[in-house]
Every structure is written in C-alpha cells, then in structure tokens.
C-alpha cells in the first residue's frame, strides 16, 4: 500500500524548488546590480579615486608609442625641371614615448559633465627607433610652400617679387632637412627674410612665425602639443566618455553639412560599457578633425592574449566620397581653390581646421585611396594590415585593449607665381610627407583586473542559474513522484475493481 508519505517527499522537494527559484530569480538584479556598481567605480570618474587619478594620466600607466616614418624624395632635381612624378622611399622608425596629461579638469555641477585641456608630451626612444633624430631627409619646402599658398590669392605684384626674393634666397621646391626639425619645428631664416620682405614692402605678413614644424605649435614647449578643450559625459555608463564639446563647440563648424560637422563618439582612449556590435561605435579624432563611424571585425571576438575584446577598423569607404553618400559634407576642393569639386576618394583637405596650412590626410600609403595618388608617386605599397586603424575594446568595460591609430600628411604641390621652382609641375600633386603610427596595448595588470571581473560575473550567472535550474529539477522530480503515485494508486484501483467482479461470476456456467 502506497501511504502518504511520497506526497510528504514531493510537497517538501516543491517547497524547496521555489525557494531556490525565488531566490535564483531574486540574486539575477542583485548580481547585475553589483556587477554595475563595480563597472561604475572603476570606469566612471570621481575626484580623489585611484582610477580617476590614473586617467587623469593614463599613458603614465598604460605606455603609448607614436611611430614617425618619413618619405624621402629620392629625385628632387628631376620633379623641378621636368615635371616628372615623385619618387619616394620610406625611412626608418622614429620612435616616440607619448605622455597624456589632462589639465585643468573641471565637472559641472550635477557631475554629468568633465571638462579638461588635453596635452600630448613626446619623448625620443633611441633604443626602440631605428634611425636618429639628427638624421637628414629630402622632403618639401614646407615652409616656404606654406608662405606661397597664402599668397596665391594676392595681387601679381606681389606674387612675382615674391618670386624673385625665393629665387635669391636660394630656396627650392625640396629642401633638406632633420627629422627633428622637421616635425618639432627650427627656425626658418629665409622665411623670416621674406616676412620681412612682404611686411616693409607690401604691409603683409601672411605669417606670424618663422618657425616651422609639422608638430609645432607657438606657444608650446618644444615636443609638445595641446590638443584642445574636451567636454566629455560623465553621468551614465550607457553615455561615459563621449565627447559632448571641443574647443568649446558642439559641432566643428568646418565641413559642408550637419552631420559631418557633429561630433560624436569618443576620443578613443576608451568607449561607454556594455558594447554592443549591433550598435555603432563612434570616433572623434582631433588630428583628422572630423568623426568616424567604425567598422567591426569578423568574427565577433578576437583574442589579445587570454581576453576576449570586439575589434573595430577604419574601413577606407570612411574616406570615400563616391561609395559613401554620407561623406559629401567632407568635400573640400583643394588647396588652390576657393571653391570646386572635391578631391578624389582617400584623402581629406583638413586646412580650414588647421591654420589654413595646405597639408592633406590620408591613410597610410594611401590605402584606399583614388589609383591617381598612387600612380602619381613612385615607391608607395598599400598594405591593408600594415597601413589600417584598428581598435580591440573590452566590451564589458569599454576599455582599450589595443589600438594603432594611423595617418598619413601630405604636401599639395602646385603651380604658384610666387613659388618658381613650382612652374614646370606638370600637374598638381599629392606627395607623401610622413606617415605616424600611435600605437597603445593594456598592461597585463589592467587585462587580469578585467579578466578576474569576467570570473567573478562567470561565478555570479553559476550561482544564480544554478539556483533557478535545481529549483526547476525539484519541481519537476515534485511533479513526477505525484504522478507516478497517481498511476500507481489508480492501477491498483483498476486491479482491485477487476478482482472483485471476477469473485462474482458463478465458477459453472
């Protein structure tokens, strides 16, 4: 006989399965809610913290390299009396240490907002450079060329005595130069000659300084640049350190259309938590002065040792004016036009953002790029792995795991009255000048640190779906005994149902 106790057994195995279910169910916010309290100390910023104090200067922390590699114009001579393309070799590696510093930090009052000026400080690293600061290099009169796009504008007269003052000073379409110089600046004296000149003569200055380098800025201690005012938000996870303002503007008032002009994303030195590649991930980049929208990798995650990140690139229709109609709001005409079509695919004309100096972007090589810049520079070799900006983020945090920010500036050669060594160009030119490469990769402490909170939110979803689904397995094995009690008992009715009739039948018919 079946007693009452496998109801006793199945009532007591219930009772316990919805407990584990309730209390599974109950650790499913809490769990998430710890996970978001620990994301938000160690990803939102707050005065006096040791994570805010380590993004203040996170590069101390967390080395960053730029990498310069020049172009070095291997037939001046050739180019100027015969209007013959460029021909290029690239140099070695100049290797720079890059210390962040983010000064004058500032949040509004309902701390939704960080204000900061950002400073890029570089330090020379013989030991990880394959060339010297003090080696020289053929390379464009960028100097000079920069005086002589400034004044095509003006008046014969002064365009053709600027001329002859180029040509007694002795000054070429090319010139020779250190590496140092040339990107952190040196002192032009024949510039200074012909400000001179055009100032007495003419009451112009086109320029306010003789000094010239790629990375010069006046002001600014030598091998150091400020890169603007940054306004980023700092209110939620779902929205943390995207750029809201630059330079105090909310949109760049440099490009022909709303949506180009806007800036969106982040500066690139982390993303918002919890992304998503469903979702588009954004960049501001200064240097570029424009935003991009990023392209994801296939497949969805990639490796960087034994952390699982999302990688991104810059896919080279971002500079396409042609296969991307979003881009129109970047044409620009060139630098010897007020007005005109746009350049071809590949490279941008960032000169009404940059002191109106007549320097062109692009990637590397120009990957990407129209065939005609390509064709019209003898030496160049694209390589989408070598020449490509790519970015592996963590997504749970949002951190940078590894990055290699690429850019390409070129000189825009062209027929100035001002400039004779430019008079036998047989066409207007884009030639190469340097190529950077600014290259970051997490410390294996931070990646343990974001490796050890996957373990803890691995442990978590154990804890809690182990819960819900033992609480399920008693219910189940509560509902089973109960059946299987039921048949039995029912079959024994049945059994008992039956013997009884048959005791009633007369043994004889």
């Not at 106790?5 to 009772?15: E, F, K, R, S, T």
């Not at 020779?176 to 000149?197: A, F, H, M």
């Not at 000169?351 to 990957?367: A, E, G, R």
């Not at 909170?453 to 008693?474: F, M, N, P, Q, S």
Request: charged letters at 25%; aromatic letters at 12%; hydrophobic letters at 35%.
């Amino acid at each position: 006989m079946v007693g009452r106790w496998p109801y006793l057994v199945a009532g007591v195995l219930a009772a316990l399965g919805v407990v584990l279910i309730v209390v599974g169910g109950c650790l499913v916010p809490y769990f998430d809610d710890v996970i978001v309290q620990r994301l938000k100390s160690h990803v939102l910023p707050s005065n006096g913290t040791d994570s805010y104090e380590e993004w203040k200067n996170w590069s101390r922390f967390d080395p960053v390299y730029r990498r310069f590699r020049f172009f070095d114009v291997l037939n001046p001579k050739e180019v100027v009396e015969s209007g013959r393309n460029v021909t290029v070799n690239e140099t070695r590696s100049y290797v720079y240490r890059v210390n962040f510093e983010r000064r004058n930090l500032k949040f509004n009052s309902g701390n939704s907002r960080l204000s900061f000026d950002l400073y890029k400080t570089f330090s020379f690293e013989r030991n990880l450079s394959s060339g010297a600061e003090d080696d020289y290099l053929t390379a464009v009169n960028l100097p000079i060329l920069n005086l002589a796009t400034r004044l095509r504008f003006e008046n014969r007269t002064v365009q053709s005595e600027t001329a002859q003052e180029v040509n007694r000073l002795g000054e070429g379409l090319f010139a020779r130069v250190r590496v140092s110089d040339l990107l952190w600046g040196y002192n032009n004296t024949n510039l200074e000659t012909l400000l001179i000149y055009l100032d007495g003569r003419f009451g112009i200055r086109p320029l306010n300084d003789s000094t010239y380098g790629l990375f010069y800025q006046k002001g600014q201690p030598k091998k150091t640049t400020y890169e603007g005012s940054y306004e980023v938000d700092t209110e939620d996870l779902s929205s943390v350190w995207k750029v809201t303002e630059w330079n105090g503007r909310r949109s760049l008032g440099v490009w022909n259309s709303n949506a180009s002009d806007r800036i969106n994303g982040t500066d690139g030195s982390a993303w918002s938590p919890s992304v998503d590649k469903s979702t588009p991930e954004w960049l501001f980049d200064s240097d570029w002065c424009r935003s991009f929208r990023l392209t994801a990798f296939d497949p969805e995650e990639r490796k960087v040792g034994d952390l699982g990140t999302y990688g991104y690139y810059l896919s080279n229709a971002s500079l396409s004016y042609s296969a991307a109609e979003g881009n129109r709001g970047f044409c620009q005409p060139t630098p010897k036009q007020n007005n005109g079509s746009c350049l071809n695919d590949g490279v941008l004309n960032v000169t009404n953002c940059k002191d109106n100096v007549p320097l062109l972007l692009s990637q590397p090589h120009f990957l990407g790029a129209d065939v005609k810049y390509i064709a019209s520079v003898s030496g160049l070799h694209p390589n989408q792995t070598k020449h490509q900006t790519t970015f592996d983020i963590e997504p749970m945090s949002g951190e940078v795991v590894k990055a290699s920010r690429k850019m390409q500036l070129n000189a825009y050669l062209m027929n100035l009255t001002s400039f004779p060594n430019t008079t036998q160009l047989a066409d207007d030119a884009v030639v190469p000048v340097v190529w950077t490469d600014e290259v970051y990769s997490m410390t294996e402490t931070e990646r343990q640190y974001l490796a050890n909170e996957h373990d803890i939110r691995r442990k978590y979803d154990v804890v809690k779906y182990t819960l819900i689904g033992v609480g399920a397995l008693l219910l189940v094995i509560a509902v089973v005994i109960v059946v299987v009690v039921f048949l039995l008992r029912r079959c024994k009715a049945a059994k008992e149902g039956q013997d009884e009739v048959d005791e009633r039948q007369p043994l004889l018919h």
